[in-house]
Nanobody, 113 residues
Framework: QVQLVESGGGLVQPGGSLKLSCTAS????????MGWYRQAPGKQRELVAL???????DYADSVKGRFTISRDNAKNTVYLQMNTLKPEDTAIYYC???????WGQGTQVTVSS
């Protein structure tokens, strides 16, 4: 069993930056692939970025070059650094652990002037 808690969301102007954190508890964090997903109003939840247990990363085309996913296994935490934010990045961002299909409660990111 894994519990995930996201933090770091908020309101930011276009072009700004935010760093999201997701801290895990309840199991061996290093044994999981970790992903960040987002869901905008009226849209399906989509994968934003993924980092494997070995540290390999993958990104949605819409965020490549702007977002960076990283993990600190000693702190049981995965991060999402988001730069050059756009209004279309507005969504609830969720942390996800694989295997097991665990989800966090989400954190709201709003990009608006």
């Amino acid at each position: 069993q894994v519990q995930l808690v996201e933090s770091g969301g908020g309101l930011v102007q276009p072009g700004g930056s935010l760093k999201l954190s997701c801290t895990a508890s309840g199991s061996i964090f290093s044994g999981y692939d970790m992903g960040w997903y987002r869901q905008a109003p009226g849209k399906q939840r989509e994968l934003v970025a993924l980092i494997t247990r070995g540290g390999s990363t993958d990104y949605a085309d819409s965020v490549k070059g702007r977002f960076t996913i990283s993990r600190d296994n000693a702190k049981n935490t995965v991060y999402l650094q988001m730069n050059t934010l756009k209004p279309e990045d507005t969504a609830i961002y969720y942390c996800h652990a694989i295997p097991g299909g665990y989800w966090g409660q989400g954190t709201q990111v709003t990009v608006s002037s």
